[in-house]
């Protein structure tokens, strides 16, 4: 079993990698023997014409969880400072949100002057006569 975390979301990266960054990498998404990882690169790709025809162009320009259904996402802090770390000179940004099973487990994950932090919020009640 296991306890299941939805994580939505995704880490902007600045500027894209290139396929030469991408390819080999150990988040190459076509490479099959890849470690399994709680993040995975989200590859855009375009068709250009050429004299010598056409030509396909892969990027990543961002950092997302890598299952859309929940996922028991243990190591996900870990996962995206290894990413960050695999891609120096590029600049990560944006925000995992993860909701667990249980109501009041609530987080983020995001990403500060390069570091992957894990932010929990307080969740705080109004008293009785409306005060916070």
């Known amino acids: 079993m296991g306890y299941y975390t939805r994580v939505a979301g995704e880490i902007a990266i600045t500027p894209p990698l290139t396929w030469r960054e991408i390819g080999g990498s150990?988040?190459?998404p076509y490479r099959p023997d890849k470690p399994d990882s709680d993040v995975k690169l989200r590859t855009?790709?375009?068709t250009i014409t050429t004299d010598e025809g056409r030509l396909e162009r892969e990027w990543a320009p961002a950092l997302v969880p890598a299952w859309d259904d929940s996922f028991?996402?243990?190591a996900l802090l870990e996962h995206v400072q290894a990413a960050i770390n695999a891609f120096p000179?590029?600049?990560f940004t944006?925000?995992?949100d993860c909701e667990?099973?249980?109501a009041d487990d609530l987080g983020?994950?995001?990403v500060r002057d390069g570091r992957a932090v894990k932010v929990v919020?307080?969740?705080v009640w109004p008293d009785e006569d409306g005060a916070p």
Do not use: L, M, S, W
């Open 108 to 110: 983020r994950v995001v």
């Open 94 to 96: 944006g925000r995992f």
């Open 26 to 28: 150990d988040y190459d």
């Open 121 to 123: 919020p307080r969740i």
């Open 72 to 74: 028991k996402a243990y």
């Open 100 to 102: 667990g099973e249980d």
């Open 89 to 91: 000179g590029h600049t």
């Open 44 to 46: 855009e790709t375009d």
